[in-house]
Protein backbone atom coordinates (compact mmCIF):
# COMPACT_ATOMS: atom_id res chain seq x y z
CA UNK A 1 0.00 0.00 0.00
CA UNK A 2 2.87 2.06 0.56
CA UNK A 3 3.99 2.37 -2.86
CA UNK A 4 1.02 3.20 -4.08
CA UNK A 5 0.83 6.19 -2.01
CA UNK A 6 4.37 7.12 -3.20
CA UNK A 7 3.69 7.17 -7.03
CA UNK A 8 0.73 9.40 -6.61
CA UNK A 9 2.37 11.93 -4.56
CA UNK A 10 5.25 12.40 -7.23
CA UNK A 11 4.76 15.03 -9.47
CA UNK A 12 6.35 15.49 -12.78
CA UNK A 13 7.43 17.91 -14.86
CA UNK A 14 5.06 20.24 -16.95
CA UNK A 15 4.47 19.16 -20.47
CA UNK A 16 4.98 22.87 -21.22
CA UNK A 17 8.87 22.56 -19.57
CA UNK A 18 9.77 19.35 -20.97
CA UNK A 19 8.47 20.56 -24.70
CA UNK A 20 10.79 23.67 -24.20
CA UNK A 21 13.70 21.47 -22.54
CA UNK A 22 13.38 19.19 -25.38
CA UNK A 23 13.65 22.17 -28.14
CA UNK A 24 16.79 23.62 -26.19
CA UNK A 25 18.35 20.04 -26.72
CA UNK A 26 17.74 20.01 -30.22
CA UNK A 27 19.06 23.32 -31.07
CA UNK A 28 22.27 22.50 -29.22
CA UNK A 29 22.65 19.48 -31.19
CA UNK A 30 22.07 21.27 -34.18
CA UNK A 31 24.67 24.08 -33.17
CA UNK A 32 27.62 21.60 -32.60
CA UNK A 33 27.00 19.41 -35.63
CA UNK A 34 26.99 22.49 -37.72
CA UNK A 35 30.08 23.65 -36.40
CA UNK A 36 31.72 20.06 -36.77
CA UNK A 37 30.60 20.54 -40.36
CA UNK A 38 31.77 23.32 -41.24
CA UNK A 39 35.14 23.03 -39.75
CA UNK A 40 35.24 19.60 -41.84
CA UNK A 41 34.43 21.33 -44.93
CA UNK A 42 36.80 24.20 -44.94
CA UNK A 43 39.88 22.09 -44.45
CA UNK A 44 38.57 19.89 -47.40
CA UNK A 45 38.07 23.22 -49.63
CA UNK A 46 41.74 24.39 -48.72
CA UNK A 47 43.14 21.28 -50.05
CA UNK A 48 41.58 20.65 -53.11
CA UNK A 49 43.28 23.81 -54.73
CA UNK A 50 46.34 22.01 -55.36
CA UNK A 51 46.10 18.58 -56.10
CA UNK A 52 49.40 16.87 -57.57
CA UNK A 53 49.23 13.10 -59.46
CA UNK A 54 52.47 11.18 -61.16
CA UNK A 55 51.95 11.46 -64.94
CA UNK A 56 54.49 8.92 -66.17
CA UNK A 57 57.02 6.43 -64.99
CA UNK A 58 60.26 8.24 -63.97
CA UNK A 59 62.90 8.31 -66.24
CA UNK A 60 66.66 6.73 -64.99
CA UNK A 61 69.22 8.76 -66.30
CA UNK A 62 72.78 8.05 -64.59
CA UNK A 63 73.28 10.45 -62.30
CA UNK A 64 69.38 11.83 -62.21
CA UNK A 65 66.09 10.89 -62.06
CA UNK A 66 63.24 12.74 -63.95
CA UNK A 67 59.64 12.69 -62.45
CA UNK A 68 56.49 13.87 -64.36
CA UNK A 69 53.98 15.50 -62.00
CA UNK A 70 50.21 16.86 -63.49
CA UNK A 71 48.73 19.47 -61.53
CA UNK A 72 45.04 18.52 -61.75
CA UNK A 73 43.51 20.59 -58.92
CA UNK A 74 42.23 24.68 -59.14
CA UNK A 75 45.16 26.25 -57.96
CA UNK A 76 48.52 27.03 -59.29
CA UNK A 77 50.78 24.61 -57.23
CA UNK A 78 54.65 25.54 -56.58
CA UNK A 79 56.87 22.65 -56.39
CA UNK A 80 59.26 23.37 -52.51
CA UNK A 81 61.10 20.41 -52.02
CA UNK A 82 61.68 16.92 -53.35
CA UNK A 83 62.69 14.04 -51.39
CA UNK A 84 63.91 10.87 -52.04
CA UNK A 85 64.02 8.05 -49.16
CA UNK A 86 62.79 11.04 -46.82
CA UNK A 87 66.20 12.99 -47.71
CA UNK A 88 65.68 16.48 -49.68
CA UNK A 89 67.59 16.72 -53.14
CA UNK A 90 68.57 19.37 -55.18
CA UNK A 91 66.56 19.77 -58.21
CA UNK A 92 65.34 21.91 -60.79
CA UNK A 93 62.29 21.83 -62.70
CA UNK A 94 61.22 22.46 -66.59
CA UNK A 95 59.71 24.55 -67.71
CA UNK A 96 59.57 26.35 -63.84
CA UNK A 97 58.79 25.32 -60.63
CA UNK A 98 55.19 26.32 -60.90
CA UNK A 99 52.74 23.46 -62.37
CA UNK A 100 49.69 25.55 -63.50
CA UNK A 101 46.01 24.35 -62.58
CA UNK A 102 43.65 21.90 -64.17
CA UNK A 103 46.32 19.87 -66.26
CA UNK A 104 49.35 21.39 -65.92
CA UNK A 105 52.82 19.45 -66.08
CA UNK A 106 56.22 19.68 -65.22
CA UNK A 107 59.18 17.69 -65.43
CA UNK A 108 61.44 17.78 -62.10
CA UNK A 109 64.83 16.67 -62.48
CA UNK A 110 66.50 15.41 -59.40
CA UNK A 111 70.31 15.08 -59.41
CA UNK A 112 70.70 11.75 -57.17
CA UNK A 113 73.00 8.15 -57.59
CA UNK A 114 70.81 5.60 -57.87
CA UNK A 115 71.52 1.83 -57.66
CA UNK A 116 70.04 -0.54 -60.35
CA UNK A 117 67.10 -2.81 -59.22
CA UNK A 118 66.06 -0.97 -56.03
CA UNK A 119 62.75 0.56 -54.65
CA UNK A 120 62.80 4.60 -53.95
CA UNK A 121 59.81 6.83 -51.88
CA UNK A 122 59.27 9.80 -52.96
CA UNK A 123 58.21 13.05 -51.68
CA UNK A 124 57.26 16.49 -54.11
CA UNK A 125 55.96 18.95 -51.66
CA UNK A 126 54.17 21.91 -53.23
CA UNK A 127 54.32 24.94 -50.41
CA UNK A 128 50.69 24.78 -50.29
CA UNK A 129 48.60 21.62 -50.59
CA UNK A 130 49.08 17.66 -50.14
CA UNK A 131 52.40 16.41 -50.90
CA UNK A 132 52.59 13.92 -53.63
CA UNK A 133 53.80 10.69 -52.88
CA UNK A 134 54.70 6.98 -54.21
CA UNK A 135 57.33 4.39 -54.49
CA UNK A 136 59.07 3.78 -58.03
CA UNK A 137 61.63 0.64 -58.76
CA UNK A 138 64.45 1.71 -60.67
CA UNK A 139 65.56 -0.16 -63.70
CA UNK A 140 68.03 -2.75 -64.15
CA UNK A 141 71.51 -2.17 -65.54
Known amino acids: MKTKT ?10 ILATLLLIVIAVAA ?20 V ?12 GNI ?3 VRNVGT ?7 VY ?20 GSIAIIVSYQWSPDTTYHFRISPKVGEALTFDEKSPSS
Do not use: H
Request: proline share 6%.
Open 51 to 62: ILKKDADCLWKP
Open 6 to 15: LLKSRRGISP
Open 30 to 49: IVVTYAWIMIYMGSAGRQAG
Open 66 to 68: TIY
Open 75 to 81: SDAEIDK
Open 84 to 103: INNEPQAFTCMPSNIVVKDG
